[in-house]
């Protein structure tokens, strides 16, 4: 028992000894670890949203440096349908828990447009010394489905307008969403009027293929464009439109609401003066004689009679419903057998040619087209009120007569007399008329033509003014 006791007694010594000898400096004192934590339980990277920070707390400022994990989970593939700042390495983050700072953070973004909702989970773990996983250690980020954005081919606006007289054109713009890649490309369909010619009243830059454009887009670009420009054709068409309408886009990109597009030409070749018949211009022989002068604009409208059987290439004859006259020009006629025209006679002569009144130095500058192939009917006369010269410069049909020469052997070339009971006229034919060398026919028959040069017949198309 005393030996009991006095055991006691040396260990509560010894014990008492080792508490006295330390000093106040050599107790040891352990600092409490600081907590990390999420600061979200949840979050969201709506459809308009590229990225979110995922913030995380201490729970007391930090009085050393370190680092935390973050181990990432979910449905949502890392590269594919997003990263992270930091970047991170066998699906781990690696997050720098600054000295003298109480929270810090990174970022995820969305890589790609997802067409159903992922899900992104986040768990602490592994912090270093100085720091032990707080309350919130898991978290998740919700990408949500986002409705794909397509690349849409449009016309820049739905119609424009240009004078028929505008040579540079007008340019049509087209214009992409966003940018294309190099070998996108689109076709642009026309829609022409009736009545309108590519090549004859406009065309295009570029050209069209089978009533096609094909526009090139250059890398990078969102948009191009191609030009239309009026002809101006001195045809009398009105105003009209062409449509034009996109039919293809390939190469990254889809054809939009906007496909269509509207030029309108408008007519420059309409009247600005008074139009005069051909009597009141062949009444100006009457008061000025055989040779006079027209100074300033005078404008007439006839139809071409004539078809080559003329004295030379550059006459005309043109008639309305008051009569007809010779017209000269300055330069060879373009007309054809039925245009109905206009022209302007400034600076043109008032004068005889070859036996009748005529207008000479004809300027073709500012003459314009109503149309074609209009038929002028004759008036049907006889021999006697043909030689009268009532009829100068008109068609006339004259029936019942015959060729006095006609023997099988005699051609149209020349002047050759045609005969009805005792009245006898004229019918001229130049080298310049395709029947030239036709054989006359015999017997009777009707024959129109023009009452021209030197008072005789000018037969202008032998299947229409030859008739037995």
Partial sequence: MKAYHFARLVLYFFSTFT????????????????????????????????????????DLKAITGGYITIELAGNAVYGNDFTTIPHAVNNKLNINLVKNTKDTSFVVLRKNILTTEKLIN???????????LGSRINSE?????QTPVSNKLNFDTSSGTISEGNSTGIIIGLNTTSTVSNGSHAKVKLIVPEGILYGTHFYTIPVTVLNEISLEFNQNAQSTSFKIIPINDNIILGDYSIGFEIIEAAGGFEIGPHKVFTATILENDNATGIINTIAQLKSKFNKNGDNWYLPKDYLIEGVITSNGNTADNKSVYIQDSTGGILIQFTTPNIFSLGDKIRLNLASATGTLINGQKGINQVNLNGFAKYSENVFVIPEIITIAQFRSGNYEGKKVKIENVKFMNADN???FYGSRIIRHDADMAAVITYQTASFWNTVLPQGTLSITGIAGDWGALLPQKYSHDINY
């Fill in 19 to 58: 508490i006295i000898s330390c000093s106040e400096d050599e107790v040891i004192y352990q600092e409490p670890s600081n907590k990390v934590s999420f600061v979200n339980q949840s979050q969201t990277i709506t459809q308009e949203m590229e990225s979110i920070s995922i913030p995380l707390k201490f």
């Fill in 122 to 132: 986040f768990k602490l773990s592994n912090p270093t010394e100085g720091f032990s």
């Fill in 141 to 145: 980020v919700k990408l949500t489905a």
């Fill in 409 to 411: 052997k005699e051609t």
